[in-house]
């Protein structure tokens, strides 16, 4: 049951990350801060569905 997500940068709105996780382990939506190389640093990172 992997689900694969894009995380967003919640700055630019580019999408930097892509990640497979458990929906069943983590459903709730993820918020990680993450280098954004479009930023040139880190900002908060958000999971797009
Ligand atoms: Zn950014």
Redesign the pocket.
Known sequence: MRVEFVLR??????E?YRYAKNKKTHPDRMEVKKF????GKQ?MHKEKK
Do not use: D, I, Q, Y
């Not at 940068?9 to 580019?14: D, G, M, Y």
């Not at 954004?36 to 930023?39: G, M």
């Open positions: 940068c919640t700055e630019c709105n580019h930097n954004c190389k479009n930023c900002t």
